[in-house]
């Protein structure tokens, strides 16, 4: 199985500052298709987990820019240009090339 | 829009069976994969199973395998995981997720499944 290993594993933001998550998986996500398939995922308090990126650094239907995914082969980050009081919760990365698919076990991010 | 309705879940005794629901609309639902998603309680993020669009194939977790079956009926456009034999461990909030423009891009509210006596 891939492990998803996510560094920090809490962060503590102020407003408009930006922060940074890494996610390292332990074999290449790279499939044989060219395709690399990392997601990231932000679970507000309360609420169900909503996709943020696919394939590493495609934003889905609705994320805000200051969303941006990037990284290649076994090492991907998520960024956030200017956090926002909304953007607290968990973050998960996650990979879907290989079977089983597999979560990170999430940084949570709260708000300074 | 994307919808996603679990139903089925409740309290059950060790070694019992379960069978949740998943009824889908707002998309073409038998030209896309689908997927079943738990969460324990204060945990995170575990994946259980993903079923082709045909309904065809389907693939499961080792922790689930061999307990759990994921079905699904193209012409009611809803799914169903047959949960039996379960276990403490498989008490959680389970997921409901498609797979239109991503994989595991839409998300149900989910339900929730607790092994108990």
């Known amino acids: 199985d891939i492990v998803m290993t996510q560094t920090p594993l809490s962060l503590s933001v102020t407003p408009g500052q930006p922060a940074s998550i890494s996610c390292t998986s332990s074999q290449s996500l790279l499939k044989s298709n060219g395709r690399t398939y990392l997601s990231w995922y932000l679970q507000k308090p309360g609420q169900t987990p909503q996709l943020l990126i696919y394939?590493?650094?495609n934003r889905f239907s609705g994320v805000p820019d200051r969303f941006s995914g990037s990284g290649s082969g076994t090492d991907f980050t998520l960024k956030i240009s200017r956090v926002e009081a909304e953007d607290v919760g968990v973050y998960y990365c996650m990979q879907t090339t290989q079977l089983p698919r597999t979560f990170g076990p999430g940084t949570r991010v709260d708000i300074k | 829009e994307v919808q996603l309705l679990e139903s089925g879940g409740g309290l059950v005794q060790p070694g019992g069976s379960l069978r949740l629901s998943c009824a889908a609309s707002g998309f073409t639902f038998s030209s896309y994969d689908m997927s079943w998603v738990r969460q324990a309680p204060g945990k995170g993020l575990e994946w259980v199973s993903s079923?082709?669009?045909?309904?065809?194939?389907?693939f499961y977790a080792d922790s689930v395998k061999g307990r759990f079956t994921f079905s699904r009926d193209n012409s009611k456009n809803t799914l169903d995981l047959q949960m039996n034999s379960l276990r403490g461990e498989d008490t959680a909030l389970y997921y409901c997720?498609?797979?239109?423009?991503?994989?595991?891009?839409?998300w149900g509210q989910g339900t929730l499944v607790t092994v108990s006596s």
């Open positions: 394939e590493v650094s």
């Open positions: 079923i082709s669009a045909s309904g065809r194939s389907a």
């Open positions: 997720v498609s797979h239109i423009t991503a994989v595991l891009d839409h």
